[in-house]
């Protein structure tokens, strides 16, 4: 039932797109992070939380349809609903029914529980995309409370000697999943433009500390206070007003000692919304799939595993998706645009 | 176990020297004596020899984690390191154990004397009880690779700090011949027997590249120009009737260089002399590569000393007759040295010391273009030392100055690429490059590094979309992309289907104004060879 062609993953019967990289009629949207949500389609559907973010990047005048979890709409005889992924607010998998088979398209997704998305519900299903950012047995994730619990231990003994933190993750996801965990007693929390951004947009029933923009930020009355900022921000002579400061890292990169080191930072934290190795296999596992498509990331090493370990039907497919990049920020990069305009 | 593992992450993940210096303090200060003297060894790269091959701690690693070969390498060409390949790999401990650090060295030291069965016995039931830092410190030590980003000199700040000593001192009695197994740390430090060890070498005081235009230096007649020499920076070392020769790694290497053994009849005892090592014939240095095949071999036969003879340019003058001379200036020190050689030639004719010539030039004009001539003398480059200088610990700057000529370069046409490591595990980095040979492209050189991270992600796309074929984890590209290749120096080597092969070589540039039918030959780079030679 799917194919992937040159515009993106394509569902044949119902003549739609899962999240295309480049403009066609109909797209579906798993997530707002720009290397899914892309630009110049007619018309888009996706999960209802993900829709304010989607038009902050594609424009507030795009034709977009919103959906809610479960909720089955037909296409061509095509049965399609959104299914929780646990990757960020409003992703979502993409189930697709016809003729007796199942599809699943994941989009990003991971197992652990972010108190901020919905959590990722296996689907059973016959054919599952996959991605394999963290597709290697090298990547097993620590529990995300430690990761909690060690970021406001850093937080409290730079305040402790009146150095400021400065946090730097995704401005859609991970911003909103470190804000989620900081301790409000330790300091005043701050964001950077872009993720503040972001934050307005997120739906009511999330309840994040309170926070204030960074361009508020005096220097003499707020020392110890952390900031939350996107990887865009390393390196840019907007971190200078917060000196001195330590400077902290959350990526699931930073299991890496190189990736640490490079990176220039002062603490790496463990903390990805995509799947390590465990939970990759847990859910395949779950989904009872015989048939694999993995898409970015190890995928052609994960392929192989899946075949040899699992004896599934395990295929790489060449996708433009760009996985957890640390390195050069396209979502970030056009919030920081937004945040000029 | 535990409070090495915080010392080695407090350490690996900062930069900034004062907070090195902090957290060794703190280790310093709270840890048992027997760890402390472990540390200090580990820390200067006192390695004890290995007992386990790194083959059976992979196979163990796979054995827990359930993998198979394959993917184990598939791991460790992303990260990049096996000790944190197998750290990463081993599923997660779910017990902890406190080893001590001098039990943990004690224990691994004496495994080879026990069954493999007894080692993986072991190596995995400690695997299982350490937290992820611990557990890579714990394969860097069994897998003898352990190296951590401190410099003695740090080490030496962080132990005079701790105990109220001297750094002098402490760096004295750090160096030379002694064993964490049976010292203690305040026993090393405070031993005040100046008798105790006659090997031991002085911190050699290293120099760094010249910033500034040589001009900025001031009056030449304060500075000492000399050649800078391209061999085994060494200390040769006379007491009690015994000689002992140092490397500036502090090895020990006098069992390499029999030619000095004769010194022992023409020094006198109490003799410390800085220099460099090198193969020298008919008083000219002979290229780097003939020291590198005389230094691999294990049995020095009369064809090889007769091939490679070597003798040491000596720079400077630390002990005579017992007395350190450091604090004495340059001068007085040059003095001493040149009359005590010449001494040494009334005795000896042959005698394998020669002075490092002291260059007389008028004006900094003059010493620049002594500099160009590095490469005729098989030289790097210059010393520039100020004349009224002491002998200083480590590497500093201010009174003595490198001042090393240019890299050489070469263009070659990118033609296969391999993806990096870590967080560039997605990123076609590593490169390897060709010259012409007639029509046909011949690969000479791998190269990693030079380029500037933007530069990185466009090659990886051209890559990417220009990939003509794949072979495991290498993609072979079109010929298209020319790069600028600086390398340090270069040799004929008939193992390469180049027939040459360079020292030290990265990416200068990327050449995108050049087609690849502008990148150089290996005609060019026979002719480079030839004219290098004297
Ligand atoms: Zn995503
Ligand atoms: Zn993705």
Redesign the pocket.
Known sequence: MLKFDRFGIFCEPAGVYIDPWKPVEKAIITHA?S??ARWGSKHYLAHHDSIPIIKLRLGADISVQGLDYYETIDMNGVKISLHPAGHITGSAQVKMEHKGKVWVAS??YKLQNDNVSVPFEPIKCDHFVT?S?FGLPIYNFPDPQIVHHDINAWWKTNNEQGKNSIIIGYALGKAQRILKHLDPSIGNIYTHGAVANINLRMPEKLILPDTRPAVEFIKKENAGSIIVAPPSAIGTPWLKRFEPFSLGICSGWMQLRGARRRRGGDRGFVLSD?CDWQQLNTAIKATGAENIYVT?GYKSIYAKWLRDEYKLNAVEVDTL???ENIEENKPEENEQAEEVQ | MKKFAELYTAIDETTKTNAKVDALVHYFSEADEKDAIWCVALLIGKKPKRTIKTAELKSWCMELAGIEEWLFEESYHVVGDLAETITLALPPSKERKDFSLHGTMDKIMSLDKVSEEEKREYVQTTWNLLSTPERFVFNKLTTGSFRIGVSQQLVIKALAKQFHLDENIVSHRLTGKWDPVNVTLKGLLFSDNKNDDHSKPYPFYLAYQLEVPAEELGDLNEWQVERKYDGIRGQIIIRDKQLFVWSRGEELITEKFPEFNSLLNSLPDGTVIDGEILPMKDGKPLPFHVMQTRTSRKNLSKKILEDAPLMMMCYDLLELEYNDLRNESMNMRRTKLENLLSEAYAKMKDLPLVISPVLECKDWDEVKSERLKARECLCEGLMLKRKDSVYEVGRRKGNWWKWKVDALTVDGVLIYAQKGHGRRANLYTDYTFAIWDGEQLVPFTKAYSGLTDKELLQVDNWIKKNTIDKFGPVRSVKAELVFEIAFEGIQPSPRHKSGIALRFPRIARWRTDKSPNEANTKNDLLQLIQSLKV
């Open positions: 992070h290397d899914h989009g990003d991605e950012t995509h970015h998706y760009e996985g």
